[in-house]
């Protein structure tokens, strides 16, 4: 199986955490996204330890909310002695709801408006990264006015080129986020915000992108933000103590996939930024990780019922689910790849190859394409797998379909996390 937390039971139905998926999906209905927690809380440890072991404890990990958020998950990593990272008002609300420390959350986003900016500063969140100029300018006036001095780290593109989707790589010039180190612009930002009067520059920040596979762009964006606090500190005397490296490892979505462990990945970045450290002789920073997908990704499921199998002679066999791009619309926006089992048949071989079709009314809703699956009939349960990041998040009501249920599944047990949506809620700001 994808990930050690499946199996399959003497029924032959798939298990996650020691759960019937079966079972779940006749008790909770379908969509429904099953999570496990226990992998959660492991992927949560196994963070934490890196950062003990190779940088004495001297970091935070902030979970990325938009991998997956909702107030259980903010509980839940909250436990683990983890942070958040936010990118909207309507992340920050959610984790401040769930009970995580203001001071453990990080304020991100490229365009955040007035109103997230006074947020922020009134529910006293840790650290804000602001992306541009304009913003450094609202952000100053607005702490002025609120008698406030928030401390702020500047994002900053630091040209690595990560191997990884276009529309996921974050890092490069040509990119919407921060700014640029190559033209100067970083530099030439980090004098503005220094510069302000309330604002606290204590740090910078970089994100080279997502579902990335090798270690190397991780080090080098190490390296490459290590020598730029060098250059400050030359340039302006200015010895920045704080860097956040973002998130960005990759997991297994396919058996094809070979990502390296988070944890190796970390212990490169972590070996590379002490490198560059005492090669520059500058003071180790306190480090913060952004990771998202890697926390969530493979410890969840979606479970769906099969519908209707079409099959088109010579051309393809599509089975038709009850859901699609409304619940997962990540095929449609990246062509992503996932595995899929009958989840009421998982003993089984997977002896055909057919096309996932969900419910809504797009040719391109699809769930992925070629996939080896068991010989499916309408009824049977299809789970795909590694759908716990960037699937509920994504989700939309379009076709007004309402929102699918999620529960969290510990040692066997599952619980309801997040109601279904119910066509009254979809109507609910209609007038
Ligand atoms: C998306 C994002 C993350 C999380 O990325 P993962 O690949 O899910 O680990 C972290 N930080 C920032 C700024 C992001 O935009």
Known sequence: MLTPNLTVNAEGHLCIGGADTAALA?????????????????????????????YGGNGLICFASKALSCKELYRIVDSEQLGADVISGGELYTALQAGMPAAKIVMHGNSKSDEELKMALETGVGRI???????????????????????IMLRIKPGIDAHTHDFVKTGCIDSKFGFALETGEALDAVRAASAYPNLKLVGIHCHIGSQIFDTEPFAEAARVMVRFMAQIRAALGLTLPELNLGGGPGIKYTEDDDPPAFGSIVRAILAALKAACSELDFPQPFVLFEPGRSIVG???????????????????????????????????????RYEAVLANKAGDERSERVTVG???????DLIGEDMPLQPAEPGDIL?????????????????????????????????????????????RNDI
């Open 358 to 364: 969900g419910k809504c009314c797009e040719s391109g």
């Open 383 to 427: 789970a795909v797998l590694a759908t716990g990041v960037y699937n509920y998040s994504m989700a939309s009501n379009y076709n007004r379909n309402p929102r699918a249920e999620m529960v969290m599944v510990k040692d066997g047990a599952a619980r309801t996390v997040v109601r279904r949506e119910s066509y009254e809620d979809i109507c």
């Open 298 to 336: 493979g410890a969840g499921l979606t479970l769906y019922t099969v519908m209707a199998k079409k099959i088109i002679p010579d051309i393809r066999t599509y089975v038709l689910v009850d859901g699609g791009m409304c619940d997962n619309p990540r095929y449609a926006l990246y062509h992503s």
């Open 26 to 54: 006749k008790a909770h209905g379908t969509p429904l996204y099953v999570m496990d927690e226990t992998m959660i809380r492991e992927n949560c440890r196994g963070y934490q330890r890196v950062i003990a072991e190779e």
């Open 129 to 151: 990264v602001c992306d541009n100029l304009p913003e450094l300018e609202r952000l100053n006036r607005i702490a002025g006015a609120l008698g406030k001095t928030p401390a």
